[in-house]
């Protein structure tokens, strides 16, 4: 399946959206990618085949949102605690990981004109060197979009970006680059992937 709807909205789509954009819409929406292997189950499908079900709704999704207006959108899409699952899980969630961000390259001209911009957060050494040149090669394609940010919550746990955080404040002290009471929460903020 697309990123990108096809076709036009329906009369009633379109009717639902003008309805909703009467009211207050957000300016950031969060999505956590759950519930696809009970899907898989209760449906008697591979995992595989929940998981890249539970991708087709966050793409009808995130294309409502871009109705919307709703200009950032994150998605928790694969915590490091993933890994611990079944090593073919885990394959199976990175191939299809590879799938839709080449999709997004193919998808390009969709992708900048609906100007969005794609910017994945988490612990990027943790995934195989081929994915993560992938990820880079979208991010710098859509660097300069600024109509809609997607945050694609990919090997991450907040734990983790924590930890990460720390290690630079601290690596940046040892460094003598920055003296102990440069250290705040604004640092600490600028410090974290997003």
Not at 16 to 32: E, S, Y
Not at 154 to 182: C, G, N, P
Request: proline content about 1%; aromatic content about 8%; charged content about 30%.
């Amino acid at each position: 399946m697309s990123w990108f709807r096809d076709s036009s909205l329906t009369w009633a789509q379109l009717f639902c959206v003008r309805l909703l954009k009467c009211g207050v819409i957000p300016q950031h929406a969060a999505f956590i990618m759950d519930g696809n292997r009970r899907y898989a189950k209760q449906n008697n499908v591979k995992k595989i085949d929940g998981h890249s079900k539970g991708f087709d709704k966050l793409s009808e999704t995130l294309q409502w949102c871009l109705d919307l207006g709703i200009s950032e959108v994150t998605v928790y899409a694969f915590s490091i605690e993933n890994f611990k699952r079944s090593k073919e899980e885990v394959e199976d969630l990175l191939e299809l990981a590879r799938q839709k961000f080449q999709r997004l390259l193919e998808e390009r001209e969709k992708l900048m004109e609906n100007g969005v911009r794609i910017r994945v957060i988490g612990n990027m050494s943790l995934l195989p060197l081929d994915l993560t040149r992938l990820i880079a090669e979208v991010e710098l394609l859509t660097k300069d979009n600024s109509k809609a940010i997607l945050n694609v919550a990919f090997a991450y746990t907040a734990r983790d970006e924590m930890t990460e955080a720390f290690k630079k404040i601290v690596e940046a002290h040892q460094s003598s680059d920055l003296d102990t009471s440069d250290i705040n929460i604004h640092l600490l903020s600028q410090s974290l992937y997003t």
